[in-house]
C-alpha cells in the first residue's frame, strides 16, 4: 500500500510521550473518498484507543466519454452526441470541435451545455468530432467520428423472359419478348 513512518520523543522526565506518524502513498482519482483512519493503542488509554479519521479529497483532471443517441446515422436524420465529463474540481463547460476546427454549420450544429445536436445529417457532416473538458488540474478529450449512411435504397430489377415461338419452314417467322419489371427492396447497411 504505502510507507508509514514514525518519530517517538520522549520529555526529560520520561513521563510524557509523544509519536507521530506519517503516511505517504501515491493517491489516484479512485481514492477519492476513501477514509483513512489512524488509532492509537496505549495502556493509559484504559482499553478505549483514541481514532482520528480523515476523508480523503483528490482533485484530478476529467474523464471524457462521448455518447450518439444513433448508431447507424443515414442523411437526413438528426444525431445527439453528449460528452460525459467528471473531474474534481468539476469541469467546466465543454468544447465541441469537428476535424480540430470549429463547427462548420452553427445552423444545424447546436451546442447546448455538453450536448451537441445535428439535424438534417448529409455527407458534408463525416468527420471526426472532439469533446474537450477541463478543470484547474487539466484538461482531457475524446473523439467520435461519424459516418452518415445512405438512406435505405429501392433499386428496380429487371427480368427478360423470352416467350416460346414456333416457327415452319414455309413461313415467316417472328420473334416476341416480353419483360417484366418488377420492384425489389435492397438495404445497402
Not at 482519482?29 to 480523503?56: F, K, W, Y
Request: glycine share 4%; charged share 20%.
Amino acid at each position: 500500500l504505502s510507507d508509514v513512518k514514525y518519530v517517538k520523543e520522549e520529555d526529560a522526565n520520561r513521563k510524557t510521550f509523544t509519536v507521530s506518524s506519517t503516511l505517504d502513498f501515491l493517491a489516484d482519482r479512485n481514492d477519492d473518498g476513501a477514509v483513512v483512519s489512524c488509532r492509537v493503542d496505549h495502556e493509559s488509554l484504559n482499553s478505549t484507543p483514541q481514532i482520528a479519521m480523515q476523508v480523503l479529497e483528490i482533485h484530478y483532471t476529467p474523464l471524457v466519454k462521448i455518447i450518439s443517441s444513433n448508431s447507424w446515422p443515414e442523411e437526413g436524420q438528426s444525431i445527439i452526441l453528449t460528452c460525459e465529463s467528471k473531474g474534481k474540481p468539476v469541469p467546466e463547460p465543454v468544447l465541441w470541435t469537428k476535424d480540430g476546427g470549429e463547427l462548420p454549420d452553427p445552423e444545424r450544429m447546436v451546442v447546448n451545455g455538453r450536448v451537441l445536436s445535428i439535424s438534417f445529417l448529409n455527407k458534408t457532416d463525416n468527420g471526426t468530432y472532439r469533446c474537450e473538458a477541463k478543470n484547474p488540474i487539466g484538461r482531457n478529450s475524446t473523439e467520435y467520428v461519424l459516418i452518415v449512411h445512405d438512406v435505405f435504397n429501392t433499386l428496380l430489377s429487371t427480368t427478360v423472359i423470352p416467350s416460346l415461338t414456333t416457327a415452319t419452314v414455309t413461313t415467316t417467322v417472328a420473334l416476341t419478348t416480353s419483360t417484366t419489371t418488377s420492384s425489389t427492396a435492397i438495404s445497402t447497411r
